[in-house]
T-cell receptor
């Protein structure tokens, strides 16, 4: 099965700006996830999303972050006011069911200046 | 707190060598352990293990889980330069819906 498609592949932004990262899944996927990986560090869980609602979120996923699926297809991660430490690769991932393999998109690299 | 520890952190071998990568974990209410290969960008799925003692195999790669001793190994035989990557181990539990990753083992295979 194909992985999800993420856009943009790379975004450079100024500190304090809002950023929206997009994930375009195959329509029969129900479970979506956002992970991030700061350069040279571990892959970290941010949030999981099921049936158009957040099902879990980590301590990293604070009020600056939000997720939604505005049109029933694209799945977005918004960072309201970016900080330097938000610079990372952001991966969207999907599962068909609640268990089973987690498949990652190619990632969006965010650079905050 | 759930913990995933991978060893070694990095490994340099020559083509044809066999390598064993380790992943130990402490997870409450363990559900599964997954191995991923990360080259330039996204982690790509290799194996998912849920039961002890059952080896999963894909070509030159194989993996096994020991739920009593809380670890898994990933073996790669007859390594090739294309095996060079960071290998990630991740575990998940029944309590929540996230997946906790280890720091990875960076494997370099020299020609």
């Amino acid at each position: 099965e194909p992985e999800v498609t993420q856009t943009p592949s790379h975004q450079v932004t100024q500190m304090g700006q809002e950023v929206i990262l997009r994930c375009v899944p195959i329509s029969n996927h129900l479970y979506f996830y956002w992970y991030r990986q700061i350069l040279g560090q571990k892959v970290e869980f941010l949030v999981s999303f099921y049936n158009n609602e957040i099902s879990e979120k980590s301590e990293i996923f604070d009020d600056q972050f939000s997720v939604e699926r505005p049109d029933g297809s694209n799945f977005t991660l918004k960072i309201r006011s970016t900080k330097l430490e938000d610079s990372a690769m952001y991966f969207c991932a999907r599962r068909t069911g609640n268990t089973g393999e987690l498949f990652f998109g190619e990632g969006s690299r965010l650079t905050v200046l | 707190e759930d913990k995933v520890v991978q060893s070694p952190l990095s490994l340099v071998v020559h083509e044809g060598d066999t390598v064993t990568l380790n992943c130990s974990y402490e997870v409450t209410n363990f559900r599964s352990l997954l191995w991923y290969k990360q080259e330039k960008k996204a982690p790509t799925f290799l194996f998912m293990l849920t039961s002890s003692g059952i080896e999963k195999k894909s070509g030159r790669l194989s993996s096994i889980l020991d739920k009593k001793e809380l670890f898994s190994i990933l073996n790669i035989t007859a390594t090739q330069t294309g095996d060079s990557a960071v290998y990630l181990c991740a575990v998940e539990n029944y309590n929540n819906n996230d997946m906790r990753f280890g720091a990875g083992t960076r494997l370099t295979v020299k020609p």
